[in-house]
Structure formats: C-alpha cells, structure tokens
C-alpha cells in the first residue's frame, strides 16, 4: 500500500477524483464513492465517499483503490491494489501493485492541483 500525504486537511474526493482522471487519462476508469468488492466479476463495494475505484478499460480484474483520510492538518491518500482471493496467491495483487496502483500512485504524488 502507497500513501500520499498531502499537508492540508480540506482535500476532497473531487480533487482526488479530477486529479486521477487528468493523470491517468481516458483507458483508466475512475469512480468516486466506490470500493474494492472482493469478487471483481460483480460491481463495486457500496457506497463510500472517500473511497475511489480505478480500474482499467471494462476489465475490473486490474483495478486498485484510493482511500482518502483526514487527521491533523493533513490529508493522507491510500492506493491499494486490487486482486482476486485465492487465484495464484498474490500474482494478481502483485501484477495490480506494479501496474494500477503504482500509476495512480505517481499521478497523485505528482498532482499540482493537491499541493
């Protein structure tokens, strides 16, 4: 898990979302108020504000989540990646850490709009 921590507490959701869809552009599909659901075939968690979804293209196999937390005068964003329980232990999480997760990632690091 990646986080980005960004030294002002008042970051919302749409910033983090607006900074994901410019960063990674239009093959990443990104949802706001959506999780992980542990069974990639069916749709997303319910909902959760903080809580964003990227994905790429229509496959929701390789896919990682954005979790954004608040506390003391800073703003902390999670990037987790995704994967299937139980299929190739790790192999897809690994494949998501190093390909979606790790891309969200770098674009949210480098956001000028979240400094």
Known sequence: M????IARSD???EEVVDALRQGLGPRYHVVPGTG???NPLTSPGPDQ???ILV???SNRVFRAEVVIARRSGQTLIEVRPGGLP???PGGLKLVNR???ARKAHQVLRAAPGLR
């Open 55 to 57: 994905a790429t293209g």
């Open 98 to 100: 190093l390909w979606v």
């Open 2 to 5: 990646a986080t980005v921590t």
């Open 36 to 38: 992980i659901n542990t």
């Open 11 to 13: 970051v919302t959701s």
């Open 86 to 88: 139980g299929m190739w």
């Open 49 to 51: 504000p903080d809580t």
